[in-house]
């Protein structure tokens, strides 16, 4: 079963624009973490999130996280065409990485 | 330092036949976690490995069994192919046991068509 659900399920945007894609998910969790695909090969790992942490940046990515409303969204600033790809959030299960349904972006150049 | 290799990158079976799937994970990871990921879905969990038994699975069959290696090295074995078993199987490494807080290394994936 997914944990979380991303929102939109898939963006379409010009070269330049900001890209928010949206995490919710169902359970109490330690850390969020967002994930990369481009076409349907590997995950890479983009940013980590800690409960306790409100928001986080790395690059042209920024994270945030809010408990209460069990959500995170992902923040890419100035995207380019090489963005574009399947992004996933992903939360702490026993054992486990919990991913979420994906956002799939598109970036025009 | 190398990442997490998988083979074969590609493979078609026949329903009730079975596979083998291999995976050499990253240079200091112990841990080694398998996920399928079907068409437009997220990857799912299937089982994780540590110290070569099994830690953790998802909910799948019994005919998904694993292994892993002293060289921490890992297979996914599924018997009795079915077609929905048809995905990306991806396999994942990281340092140590424990729970979420590691980012996970994965490889690029073996991709199943079972016809």
């Known amino acids: 079963s997914q944990q979380g659900e991303e929102d939109p399920q898939a963006l379409s945007i010009q070269e330049g624009e900001n890209a928010t894609m949206n995490c919710s998910y169902k359970?109490?969790?330690?850390?969020l973490q967002w994930y990369r695909q481009n076409s349907g090969r590997g995950l890479v790992h983009l940013i980590l999130?800690?409960?306790?942490?409100r928001e986080k940046h790395s690059g042209r990515l920024r994270v945030t996280l809010d408990t209460s409303k069990k959500s995170s969204s992902l923040l890419i600033t100035a995207s380019r065409a090489a963005d574009t790809a399947s992004y996933f959030c992903?939360?702490?299960?026993?054992?486990?990485?919990?991913f979420g349904t994906g956002t799939r972006l598109q970036v025009f150049p | 330092e190398t990442g997490v290799t998988q083979s074969p990158t590609h493979l078609i079976k026949t329903r009730g036949q079975q596979v083998t799937l291999r995976c050499s994970s990253q240079?200091?990871?112990?841990?080694v976690s398998w996920y399928q990921q079907a068409l437009g879905q997220g990857p799912q969990f299937i089982f994780q490995?540590?110290?070569?038994?099994?830690?953790g699975r998802g909910n799948f069959p019994p005919r998904f069994s694993g292994l892993q290696f002293p060289n921490y090295s890992s297979e996914l074995n599924v018997n009795a192919l079915e077609l929905d078993d048809s995905a990306l199987y991806l396999c994942?490494?990281?340092?140590?046991?424990?729970?979420?807080?590691?980012?996970?290394?994965f490889g690029a994936g073996s991709r199943l068509t079972v016809l």
């Open positions: 994942a490494s990281s340092p140590a046991q424990q729970t979420g807080a590691n980012v996970l290394t």
């Open positions: 359970t109490s969790i330690n850390n």
């Open positions: 490995y540590y110290r070569e038994e099994e830690n």
């Open positions: 999130i800690r409960s306790n942490e």
């Open positions: 240079s200091g990871h112990n841990t």
């Open positions: 992903a939360t702490d299960g026993t054992d486990k990485l919990i």
